[in-house]
């Protein structure tokens, strides 16, 4: 077995590219409906890690300042809107400096990709604002459907892009530990029971975080 994590990520876009698998979801969707319900119509300075396809930055640049990080250069040409603000950024290196700090700030599906998310999110809460707020977002390992494989002994498709995994109360407790507090945990999914239950029913987890006073 090969190391896990992703070697180039150029060519992990060239591949994405090539199968069209760039489309808007119902993730993207929420991610704008939670950022959108926290900040309401206030000016406000926000970061989005990890770029990917564009659908939340570009809808979000509409609403307030917003920044970007990306680590590939391939995905770029998907993007029909103004790019000056993205950045090209390794997010195992951290973040680069904000001044003034930002009031948002967005990781979707990118913590998992981390060799340190720790340390990542260390950086994350020295970049924010007083009171600020850190979305994240992490595809669900324990989805009731991984759970029925690993019953009967079959490793679900989990991803090799992976470099660590986290269960969602895992994730919660790492994210608290380095200076915030939890205020909601929501599921882009419309059925009640993953309302209800997301760490069961949801596929994607999404998280929000404020930046706690100590």
């Known amino acids: 077995m090969g190391k896990p994590g992703i070697s180039d990520y150029n060519d992990y876009w060239d591949d994405r590219i090539e199968r069209k698998h760039y489309q808007y979801t119902d993730v993207h969707r929420k991610i704008v409906e939670v950022v959108s319900e926290v900040l309401g119509k206030e000016k406000a300075r926000v970061l989005d890690c990890g770029v990917g396809p564009g659908h939340v930055f570009k809808e979000l640049s509409g609403l307030y300042e917003t920044y970007g990080l990306e680590i590939s250069e391939k995905v770029f040409s998907l993007y029909t809107f103004d790019t000056s603000r993205i950045q090209i950024w390794d997010l195992n290196n951290g973040l680069p400096s904000f001044n003034p700090p930002l009031d948002l700030i967005i990781a979707s599906r990118i913590v998992h990709h981390l060799a340190d998310p ?39 498709p989990i991803s090799g892009a992976h470099v660590n995994f986290q269960t969602g109360p895992t994730f919660e407790k790492m994210v608290v530990a380095q200076g915030f507090v939890l205020r909601q945990l929501t599921t882009p999914k419309n059925t009640i029971r993953a309302r209800i239950w997301p760490t069961v029913f949801s596929q994607d987890l999404i998280y929000v975080f404020q930046k706690s006073e100590t």
């Open 118 to 156: 720790v340390g990542f999110l260390g950086h994350v809460r020295k970049n924010l604002a007083r009171n600020g707020w850190f979305v994240g977002v992490i595809p669900n390992i324990c989805y009731y459907h991984h759970r029925l494989k690993f019953l009967f002994g079959t490793f679900p």
